[in-house]
């Protein structure tokens, strides 16, 4: 399954870059993040409890941040395991100045399921894809609002 979308979040883009790769916002926005661990510089660990239709379950979770070209651009590789199956994903993140204080993030995502949860139909994961892209996005927007009304 593939998708792309893009968001504005709140702060110039240097800013915006580097609260997306902070572990502690990672943990607060991932859906269902029960455990987060710093393994190396931009390699993580994770334990999921997600909750969406057949794709309920628990899922531990790889993520590395990968190609990056500082400010401007990373990957993400995620490979996460669980009862209901296994999910790979990559996603290339690109930042962009907006205007006004913000950043335009664009994203592009390859993911490929397997097990169980495979069988539920490309349709079915492509929206469940998109629900936990959105609510990730949806979260980090809330927290860089957070931190810039703190300063």
Do not use: W
């Amino acid at each position: 399954m593939e998708g792309k979308g893009k968001i504005n979040l709140p702060g110039n883009k240097k800013e915006v870059f580097e609260e997306m790769l902070n572990p502690e916002l990672l943990e607060k926005c991932i859906m269902g993040c029960k455990e987060f661990h710093v393994i190396e510089n931009n390699k993580y660990k994770a334990e999921l409890s997600v909750g969406i239709a057949a794709v309920k379950g628990k899922y531990d979770a790889d993520i590395n941040v990968k190609n990056i070209a500082e400010g401007e651009s990373y990957t993400l590789v995620i490979h996460g395991e669980g009862n209901p199956g296994l999910v790979d994903a990559v996603a290339d993140i690109t930042f962009e100045e907006n205007g006004n204080d913000d950043t335009l993030v664009k994203y592009e995502y390859q993911a490929d399921a397997g097990g169980k949860i495979a069988s539920i139909g490309q349709r079915m994961l492509g929206g469940v894809a998109k629900l936990v892209i959105n609510d990730f996005f949806k979260k980090a927007k809330n927290e860089l609002k957070l931190k810039q009304e703190a300063v």
